[in-house]
């Protein structure tokens, strides 16, 4: 199995709202990040996890909140998002941190009206 | 500060023509990697390389560490090939990848 897995593929969510988005990947993998994506524009990297714990937050508003349950899970919960939040949020996997090929998932499309 | 710049940033071919794209980096690296998006999709990994050269069905990334350049070739391009491709490389002893703007590639039947 050579995926990362993220749910959901759409997310419509209002300012108020609080959600979570989803990535799963059992391929062993130790290092975990969520990217966020503008439409025409390169991936930013939001949050590093390495061995479940954050390794690095660049400066994302605390209305982001990621989490790590175990070493195949991350989550990015949501909260009191702003509609330039809307964005493709693009979860990825390494074998370790700044080791070995990455693997992307699809991305969970997300609009905050 | 790390640089990396891809040419061209838009590409048209016909469906059988050989492509190459290319990209430039401005600092030693500890990987490189090319990568695909389709419109509205996720990213898939094409190659990751340190070195040398690799091939995969009809494509091949070729790198050259000294002048710090790499290129992306497609043979026999079909219309599936159209897609950003991207490069992006870690610099030596960093978790950052640093991005370039990607090629839209756009293959006609």
């Known amino acids: 199995d050579t995926e990362v897995t993220q749910t959901p593929k759409h997310l419509v969510m209002g300012m108020t709202n609080k959600k979570s988005l989803k990535c799963e990947q059992h391929m062993g993998h130790r290092a975990m990040y969520w990217y966020k994506q503008k439409a025409k524009k390169p991936p930013e990297l939001m949050f590093v996890?390495?061995?479940?714990?954050?390794?690095i937050n660049e400066s994302v508003p605390s209305r982001f909140s990621p989490e790590c349950p175990n070493s195949s899970l991350l989550n990015l919960h949501l909260h009191a998002l702003q509609p330039e939040d809307s964005a493709l949020y693009l979860c990825?996997?390494?074998?370790?941190?700044?080791?070995?090929?990455?693997?992307f998932g699809e991305g969970s499309r997300l609009t905050v009206l | 500060k790390n640089e990396v710049e891809q040419s061209p940033q838009n590409l048209t071919a016909q469906e059988g023509e050989f492509i190459t794209i290319n990209c430039s980096y401005s600092?030693?690296?500890?990987?490189l990697h090319w990568l695909q998006q389709h419109p509205g999709g996720g990213i898939v990994s094409l190659f990751m390389l340190s070195s040398g050269k690799k091939k995969h069905g009809r494509l091949i990334a070729t790198i050259n560490i000294q002048e710090k350049h790499s290129s992306l070739h497609i043979t026999a391009s079909h219309p599936r090939d159209s897609a950003v491709y991207i490069c992006a490389q870690t610099g030596a002893g960093s978790y950052q990848l640093t991005f370039g703007k990607g090629t839209k590639l756009s293959v006609i039947p």
């Open positions: 990825a996997s390494s074998p370790f941190l700044n080791t070995g090929e990455l693997f």
């Open positions: 600092v030693g690296i500890s990987a």
């Open positions: 996890y390495s061995y479940e714990k954050l390794s």
